[in-house]
């Protein structure tokens, strides 16, 4: 019930600032004129819709957000967190190095790599590896990372019994 009174909220908003604007039915992302309300409404919206589990329609709110903000690195995580959620794991991968290149928390662009990367299998286990030992050397002990890299271990182990033997 609150995310729909936010997601009404923020389109009010949204809807009462474009009011003004000679053509109401401008494309958002190609307006110069965008204010910080518009900014903030959309954003509320695109994580409204993200915490509601419908990604496709916070991909569409955190894709117009970059077209205003390109530098934005937290609009690229959580792309990458609505791309990953969707199974679109490339373009969450795109996304997530994008945010970590923008200066994004490394520890948490690291891991999510780390999951994705597993999540693409072929020839990709030794990326992942590669991202969850960065975490470790960014925080040591982390108990998320330490039991993601053993249930790596774990499903390798199971996948390929000869692994056990070398």
Same mark, same amino acid.
């Given at each position: ?9 923020? &389109?009010t908003i ?22 910080? &309300? ?11 819709y993200?915490k509601?589990? %419908? ?11 970059? %077209? ?9 995580y ?5 791309y990953?959620?969707l199974?679109?794991?490339? &373009? ?37 590896r ?5 975490? &470790? ?9 330490? %039991? ?19």
């Amino acid at each position: 019930m609150i995310y729909r009174i936010l997601l009404i909220y923020c &389109l009010t908003i949204f809807a009462f600032t474009q009011c003004g604007k000679k053509d109401s039915h401008a494309d958002i992302s190609t307006n110069d004129d965008i204010s910080e &309300l518009d900014t903030s409404a959309l954003s509320l919206a695109a994580e409204v819709y993200r915490k509601k589990n %419908d990604f496709a329609e916070a991909v569409e709110n955190y894709s117009r957000l970059i %077209d205003i903000d390109s530098t934005n690195k937290v609009y690229y995580y959580r792309r990458a967190l609505s791309y990953s959620s969707l199974g679109n794991v490339d &373009l969450a991968i795109k996304d997530c190095e994008k945010a970590k290149d923008l200066g994004f928390d490394e520890f948490k662009s690291r891991f999510l790599l780390g999951m994705l990367y597993y999540d693409l299998h072929a020839n990709k286990d030794s990326i992942a590896r590669a991202n969850l030992n960065r975490c &470790l050397q960014l925080r040591p002990n982390s108990p998320k990372v330490l %039991d993601r890299i053993k249930y790596m271990d774990k499903m390798d182990a199971a996948l390929s019994p000869e692994k056990k033997k070398t």
